[in-house]
């Protein structure tokens, strides 16, 4: 058993001093705030200490690009050529050793769970590998290594785009039609393996179902509207959005997460609302690959629950997405106060857990895991901001974190 005093803790958003938390195998078995500098055999832990953050969405091979699609202007579509070069190459042991920093990273600032939305699968030209989800299980290894809980969102990837057989790199993604990708999944055997469609253009309307039966039970993730592009070519296949197509296929509901959600419909956020979706922003990718920015207050007050992702990993700093929620909302309405500090941390802790599948994580309570992140508050960003739960949101950064523990 472990006896710590957290000088200021985020309880239930609300910052409180001297809180007395007990830890046994893991799991936080006691909280009392109103330790009162603890007995004298507790750990003080100095700062101001939050339950660990969850990254809901993560392209760990992305990674390979930060710094290299910055020179020139350009769109999502002409970065996704750069990222599908990176892509074309990419070896399992290779694999392993850029995840494992990606998830290194992830840790040293405070995350303690990722969602890893994993699509290239398979060899330069989309030959299986002797175990087909050898690179998954690459990535399962890398969050091992790094010290990260991680669900791997094992993504159904079949066609290019709307009734266009994969090419190129894309064959790597792709395991022919939905019941061969289920067959792998199935053969997967690992209960940290959840279930993603890449995108309404990448898996066909009449395969959709099957992903939907794969995904009982389990987190359900999908990349949703993130382009105009998508959206146009959506209603001239199908006639109709996106979303009408997920929802025609039972695709949503609350253990499903819609990803970006940046282009809606009124009937879209409607819909997305009423099946209690999680909606997943990225606000540091979606602003640097250009995509807009997504109505995440409308979307909330619909019914969803928002949750955070580092994506493509440009920055991997939740203390930045978590703000730049407010922030984009404040340049779309020239308007401030959409979010509290206290609601953007339970997106990026509590919610952002739940929509993993991690129910037992993301609050400093009995019964949670003691995965707990302690931000400084003497660095030069957060010196005289005081403890609030304000502070943490609106002046730490990543950079501030000194401590994380991992129950």
Not at 132 to 153: H, T, V
Not at 195 to 213: G, M
Not at 215 to 237: D, F, K, Y
Not at 362 to 388: E, K
Request: glycine share 8%; proline share 4%; charged share 25%.
């Amino acid at each position: 058993m472990t006896a710590l005093v957290l000088e200021h803790a985020i309880l239930d958003g609300v910052s409180v001093p001297d809180v007395a938390v007990t830890v046994a195998d893991g799991v936080i078995t006691a909280v009392d705030p109103v330790a009162a500098g603890g007995d004298g055999s507790s750990t003080t832990v100095p700062g101001l200490t939050v339950a660990g953050f969850a990254n809901c969405h993560s392209h760990a091979f992305h990674r390979a690009l930060r710094g290299r699609t910055q020179a020139e202007r350009g769109s999502f579509w002409t970065w996704r050529e750069q990222m599908y070069a990176r892509a074309a190459t990419l070896t399992p042991d290779e694999y392993f050793r850029l995840a494992t920093r990606v998830y290194e990273e992830m840790r040293a600032t405070g995350i303690t769970a990722v969602g890893e939305f994993h699509y290239l699968h398979h060899q330069p030209g989309g030959t299986p590998y002797d175990d087909p989800n050898e690179m998954g299980r690459a990535l399962l290894a890398a969050a091992d290594e790094a010290g990260i809980r991680i669900r791997l969102l094992d993504a159904c990837y079949v066609s290019s785009g709307f009734g266009q057989a994969p090419e190129g790199v894309q064959r790597r993604f792709s395991d022919g039609d939905a019941d061969r990708w289920a067959e792998r999944v199935a053969a997967f055997d690992d209960p940290r393996v959840g279930v993603a469609i890449h995108s309404v253009r990448a898996v066909p309307r009449e395969q959709l179902a099957t992903v939907v039966k794969v995904a009982e039970g389990r987190p359900l993730h999908v990349h949703l509207s993130e382009q105009v592009t998508e959206n146009e070519q959506c209603l001239a296949a199908y006639g109709m959005t996106p979303t009408h197509v997920l929802a025609e296929a039972g695709a949503l509901g609350p253990m499903t997460t819609v990803v970006h959600a940046t282009h809606l419909t009124d009937s879209d956020i409607r819909m997305l609302g009423e099946a209690r979706v999680f909606v997943n922003f990225c606000p540091t990718t979606e602003r640097d690959l250009a995509d807009g920015i997504g109505p995440s207050r409308r979307l909330a007050e619909a019914g969803a629950r928002l949750t955070l992702g580092s994506d493509s990993h440009a920055v991997i700093d939740l203390f930045e997405e978590m703000r730049a929620v407010e922030m984009h909302e404040r340049l779309a309405t020239q308007q401030r106060g959409h979010w509290s500090a206290a609601e953007l941390i339970a997106v990026a802790t509590v919610d952002g857990h739940a929509s993993l599948g991690f129910e037992d994580a993301g609050r400093i309570a009995p019964g949670q895991r003691a995965d707990l992140v302690t931000i400084d508050l003497d660095t030069l960003r957060t010196r005289d901001c005081g403890a609030s739960a304000e502070a943490f949101v609106f002046a730490a950064t990543a950079a501030d974190v000194r401590e994380v523990r991992r129950g």
